[in-house]
């Protein structure tokens, strides 16, 4: 008979009978829970469903009760896996391993995700070698804690005439930068400012 077990002397009372002779406490149930996405043993409302063991192995189309037998025969959950399908397709495995594999690999996932904040470093076209060279260390750290940086190099006054070198200390900045980051935006003026944007590599 298959994954069905036999419905032999029992009474009316007996309160195996709504689960096609399959034993309460060998049955792993769950409340039906209409909130939840993943509906699995009786929580699964169709009347038939298309059953896959923990194999992979078509079982075929049974009736709900007959695949919650099978599923309590192999010690495991009946879960459904693709409710819009017709009949819906249910899978024969350990659910809470499920979550808990899912849960994992959502975990590992969230850790590769890189995150980042963009760090602003003001400079100005008369800034002294030393102040530079500071100014490097802090762009340098902020590269190497995967961090984008803005440069900007700040005009007062007269000093928009000094443009051009404004350009030269940002192409310096990127050329002692190479090794860590790439020009993610070329400089360009933005009003009394001139700023580029690297990226780390």
């Not at 792993?28 to 909130?35: E, F, I, L, R």
């Amino acid at each position: 008979m298959g994954y069905i077990s036999a419905m032999v002397g029992r009474g009316r009372n007996d309160p195996t009978r709504s689960l096609g002779g399959v034993g309460i406490a060998q049955y792993k149930s769950a409340k039906d829970d209409s909130s939840q996405r993943t509906r699995l043993n009786q929580g699964i409302r169709a009347r038939e469903v298309r059953v896959i063991d923990p194999d992979g192995n078509q079982l075929g189309i049974l009736a709900i009760r007959e695949a919650l037998a099978a599923a309590s025969e192999f010690g495991l959950d009946l879960v459904e896996v693709s409710p819009t399908a017709n009949p819906p397709v249910c899978k024969i495995m350990d659910y809470g391993r499920f979550k808990y594999e899912q849960t994992k690999k959502q975990q590992e996932a969230k850790k590769k995700q890189t995150t980042f904040q963009v760090k602003e470093i003001k400079v100005r076209p008369k800034t002294g070698d030393h102040d530079l060279q500071t100014k490097l260390g802090h762009i340098r750290k902020f590269l190497e804690r995967k961090d984008k940086v803005k440069v900007t190099v700040m005009f007062r006054g007269r000093e928009i005439a000094l443009s051009n070198r404004g350009r030269e200390l940002l192409e310096q900045i990127a050329q002692e930068m190479e090794g860590l980051a790439i020009v993610e935006q070329l400089p360009k003026f933005e009003g009394r400012t001139m700023m580029m944007v690297l990226a780390p590599k």
